[in-house]
Protein backbone atom coordinates (compact mmCIF):
# COMPACT_ATOMS: atom_id res chain seq x y z
CA UNK A 1 0.00 0.00 0.00
CA UNK A 2 0.96 3.65 -0.80
CA UNK A 3 1.47 5.65 2.08
CA UNK A 4 0.97 9.65 2.72
CA UNK A 5 3.96 11.34 1.65
CA UNK A 6 5.02 14.72 3.15
CA UNK A 7 3.74 16.68 6.41
CA UNK A 8 0.62 18.25 6.06
CA UNK A 9 -0.12 20.72 9.01
CA UNK A 10 -0.83 23.82 8.02
CA UNK A 11 -4.82 24.77 8.26
CA UNK A 12 -5.11 25.34 4.33
CA UNK A 13 -3.06 21.74 3.97
CA UNK A 14 -5.30 19.68 6.38
CA UNK A 15 -8.62 21.52 4.98
CA UNK A 16 -7.44 20.08 1.42
CA UNK A 17 -6.33 16.78 2.33
CA UNK A 18 -9.89 16.46 3.99
CA UNK A 19 -11.59 17.71 1.14
CA UNK A 20 -9.47 15.28 -1.23
CA UNK A 21 -10.89 12.21 1.66
CA UNK A 22 -14.40 13.42 1.31
CA UNK A 23 -14.33 13.63 -2.22
CA UNK A 24 -12.90 9.94 -2.61
CA UNK A 25 -15.52 8.72 -0.53
CA UNK A 26 -18.65 10.28 -2.89
CA UNK A 27 -17.08 8.97 -5.81
CA UNK A 28 -16.47 5.39 -4.54
CA UNK A 29 -20.25 5.53 -3.42
CA UNK A 30 -20.91 6.38 -7.04
CA UNK A 31 -18.51 4.35 -9.10
CA UNK A 32 -17.07 2.17 -7.00
CA UNK A 33 -13.44 0.82 -5.81
CA UNK A 34 -12.55 0.41 -9.34
CA UNK A 35 -13.95 2.98 -10.78
CA UNK A 36 -11.89 5.56 -8.83
CA UNK A 37 -9.24 7.12 -11.10
CA UNK A 38 -6.72 9.80 -10.07
CA UNK A 39 -7.35 12.08 -12.68
CA UNK A 40 -11.06 12.53 -11.47
CA UNK A 41 -10.54 12.36 -8.06
CA UNK A 42 -7.92 15.57 -8.47
CA UNK A 43 -10.52 17.23 -10.85
CA UNK A 44 -13.50 16.80 -8.17
CA UNK A 45 -11.48 17.73 -5.17
CA UNK A 46 -9.91 21.10 -6.98
CA UNK A 47 -6.26 19.82 -7.18
CA UNK A 48 -3.78 19.44 -9.48
CA UNK A 49 -2.75 15.96 -10.03
CA UNK A 50 1.05 16.65 -8.89
CA UNK A 51 -0.62 17.79 -5.48
CA UNK A 52 -3.09 14.43 -5.36
CA UNK A 53 0.13 12.04 -5.78
CA UNK A 54 2.15 14.29 -3.61
CA UNK A 55 -0.43 13.88 -1.12
CA UNK A 56 -0.94 9.99 -1.91
CA UNK A 57 1.57 7.95 -3.48
CA UNK A 58 -0.93 5.80 -5.16
CA UNK A 59 -4.56 5.10 -5.02
CA UNK A 60 -4.60 2.27 -3.12
CA UNK A 61 -2.71 4.51 -0.04
CA UNK A 62 -5.64 7.23 -1.21
CA UNK A 63 -8.50 4.85 -0.46
CA UNK A 64 -6.86 3.36 2.69
CA UNK A 65 -6.74 6.60 4.11
CA UNK A 66 -10.40 8.00 3.21
CA UNK A 67 -11.31 4.65 5.02
CA UNK A 68 -8.68 5.33 7.78
CA UNK A 69 -10.02 8.68 8.06
CA UNK A 70 -13.60 8.01 8.53
CA UNK A 71 -13.32 4.94 11.19
CA UNK A 72 -10.77 7.08 12.93
CA UNK A 73 -13.86 9.93 13.36
CA UNK A 74 -15.70 6.88 14.60
CA UNK A 75 -13.54 5.91 17.19
CA UNK A 76 -13.05 9.96 18.43
CA UNK A 77 -16.50 9.92 18.75
CA UNK A 78 -17.22 6.89 20.33
CA UNK A 79 -14.43 7.72 22.99
CA UNK A 80 -16.04 11.41 23.39
CA UNK A 81 -18.84 10.25 25.35
CA UNK A 82 -19.12 10.02 29.05
CA UNK A 83 -18.90 6.45 28.97
CA UNK A 84 -15.36 6.19 26.59
CA UNK A 85 -14.43 3.08 27.53
CA UNK A 86 -15.53 -0.45 28.50
CA UNK A 87 -19.29 -2.28 27.56
CA UNK A 88 -20.11 1.14 26.61
CA UNK A 89 -17.42 1.86 24.44
CA UNK A 90 -18.49 -1.62 22.65
CA UNK A 91 -22.19 -0.48 22.20
CA UNK A 92 -21.50 3.02 21.25
CA UNK A 93 -19.03 1.91 18.24
CA UNK A 94 -21.74 -0.72 16.77
CA UNK A 95 -24.79 2.17 16.66
CA UNK A 96 -22.20 4.43 15.23
CA UNK A 97 -21.14 2.07 12.87
CA UNK A 98 -24.63 1.48 11.56
CA UNK A 99 -25.59 4.99 12.03
CA UNK A 100 -22.24 5.89 9.50
CA UNK A 101 -23.74 2.62 7.10
CA UNK A 102 -27.22 4.58 7.37
CA UNK A 103 -25.99 7.83 6.18
CA UNK A 104 -23.68 6.66 3.26
CA UNK A 105 -24.99 3.08 2.22
CA UNK A 106 -23.05 3.08 -1.29
CA UNK A 107 -19.42 4.10 -0.12
CA UNK A 108 -20.20 1.49 2.55
CA UNK A 109 -21.09 -1.16 0.10
CA UNK A 110 -18.63 -0.70 -2.27
CA UNK A 111 -16.25 -1.26 1.04
CA UNK A 112 -17.37 -4.21 2.48
CA UNK A 113 -17.47 -5.70 -1.31
CA UNK A 114 -14.03 -5.10 -1.78
CA UNK A 115 -12.78 -6.32 1.51
CA UNK A 116 -15.01 -9.44 0.81
CA UNK A 117 -13.18 -10.06 -2.79
CA UNK A 118 -10.19 -9.40 -0.95
CA UNK A 119 -6.87 -11.08 -0.85
CA UNK A 120 -6.02 -12.12 3.51
CA UNK A 121 -2.32 -10.16 2.79
CA UNK A 122 -4.62 -7.15 1.14
CA UNK A 123 -4.35 -3.46 3.26
CA UNK A 124 -8.32 -3.24 3.14
CA UNK A 125 -8.08 -7.02 5.75
CA UNK A 126 -6.12 -5.06 7.79
CA UNK A 127 -7.75 -1.35 7.88
CA UNK A 128 -11.09 -2.98 8.28
CA UNK A 129 -10.77 -6.33 10.12
CA UNK A 130 -7.56 -6.08 12.62
CA UNK A 131 -8.05 -2.64 13.48
CA UNK A 132 -11.77 -3.91 14.61
CA UNK A 133 -10.63 -6.78 16.20
CA UNK A 134 -7.94 -4.88 18.10
CA UNK A 135 -10.30 -1.95 19.31
CA UNK A 136 -13.03 -4.42 20.56
CA UNK A 137 -10.13 -6.59 22.53
CA UNK A 138 -8.74 -2.98 24.10
CA UNK A 139 -12.39 -2.39 25.36
CA UNK A 140 -13.24 -5.91 26.35
CA UNK A 141 -9.91 -5.27 28.85
CA UNK A 142 -11.06 -2.15 30.25
CA UNK A 143 -14.38 -3.86 30.36
CA UNK A 144 -12.59 -6.61 32.77
CA UNK A 145 -10.93 -4.27 34.91
CA UNK A 146 -14.26 -2.31 35.23
CA UNK A 147 -15.88 -5.85 36.44
CA UNK A 148 -18.21 -5.76 33.17
CA UNK A 149 -17.41 -8.80 32.06
CA UNK A 150 -17.33 -12.69 33.95
CA UNK A 151 -13.84 -13.50 35.33
CA UNK A 152 -13.41 -16.37 32.66
CA UNK A 153 -13.88 -13.81 29.70
CA UNK A 154 -11.03 -14.25 26.98
CA UNK A 155 -10.13 -10.78 25.88
CA UNK A 156 -8.31 -11.77 22.73
CA UNK A 157 -10.82 -14.21 21.31
CA UNK A 158 -13.90 -12.93 22.29
CA UNK A 159 -13.17 -9.61 20.36
CA UNK A 160 -12.72 -12.38 17.37
CA UNK A 161 -16.05 -13.49 17.44
CA UNK A 162 -17.39 -9.89 18.20
CA UNK A 163 -15.82 -8.72 15.11
CA UNK A 164 -17.14 -12.23 13.01
CA UNK A 165 -20.15 -11.37 14.31
CA UNK A 166 -20.16 -7.99 12.95
CA UNK A 167 -19.19 -8.43 9.59
CA UNK A 168 -21.14 -11.15 9.42
CA UNK A 169 -24.19 -9.11 9.56
CA UNK A 170 -22.92 -6.42 7.22
CA UNK A 171 -21.89 -9.47 4.63
CA UNK A 172 -25.35 -10.65 5.05
CA UNK A 173 -26.54 -6.85 4.01
CA UNK A 174 -23.86 -6.46 1.08
CA UNK A 175 -25.36 -10.14 -0.40
CA UNK A 176 -28.95 -8.83 -0.04
CA UNK A 177 -30.43 -11.04 2.62
CA UNK A 178 -31.14 -7.91 5.21
CA UNK A 179 -32.44 -4.75 4.33
CA UNK A 180 -30.97 -1.45 4.75
CA UNK A 181 -33.54 -0.59 7.62
CA UNK A 182 -32.80 -3.50 9.09
CA UNK A 183 -29.39 -3.53 9.69
CA UNK A 184 -28.98 -1.54 13.30
CA UNK A 185 -31.40 -4.06 14.48
CA UNK A 186 -29.56 -7.12 13.40
CA UNK A 187 -26.20 -5.43 14.30
CA UNK A 188 -27.71 -4.61 17.96
CA UNK A 189 -29.37 -8.28 18.39
CA UNK A 190 -25.91 -9.62 16.87
CA UNK A 191 -23.92 -7.39 19.61
CA UNK A 192 -26.39 -8.51 22.79
CA UNK A 193 -26.68 -12.29 21.48
CA UNK A 194 -22.65 -12.34 22.09
CA UNK A 195 -22.42 -10.06 24.95
CA UNK A 196 -25.11 -11.33 27.14
CA UNK A 197 -23.87 -14.41 28.67
CA UNK A 198 -20.39 -12.79 28.98
CA UNK A 199 -21.41 -9.44 30.90
CA UNK A 200 -21.40 -9.45 34.88
CA UNK A 201 -24.18 -7.95 36.78
CA UNK A 202 -22.32 -4.45 36.13
CA UNK A 203 -22.25 -5.11 32.63
CA UNK A 204 -25.95 -6.95 32.54
CA UNK A 205 -27.41 -3.26 33.48
CA UNK A 206 -25.02 -1.66 30.53
CA UNK A 207 -26.88 -3.67 28.51
CA UNK A 208 -30.43 -3.45 29.69
CA UNK A 209 -29.54 0.69 29.70
CA UNK A 210 -28.57 0.13 26.02
CA UNK A 211 -31.77 -1.60 24.87
CA UNK A 212 -33.91 0.40 26.36
CA UNK A 213 -32.54 3.68 24.19
CA UNK A 214 -32.92 1.09 20.86
Known amino acids: MGSKRGSYSSPRQQERQERVLHAARELIASRGYDGL ?7 VSAVSDKTLYNLFATKDGLVMAAVADL ?4 VTQVQAGEQAAGLAAILRYADAISAQILVSPAYAQAMSRALFQAEASSPIVDLLLRSNQKFLQQ ?7 RGELISKVQAAPT ?20 SLSSLPTMSR ?16 ALLQQWCAKG
Not at 139 to 145: E, G, I, M, N, S
Not at 161 to 177: C, F, P, Q
Open 71 to 74: LNAI
Open 139 to 145: QLRYAQR
Open 37 to 43: TMRELAR
Open 159 to 178: ATLLTAHTWGVLLLWNKGLL
Open 189 to 204: QSMLTSLTGLASEKGQ
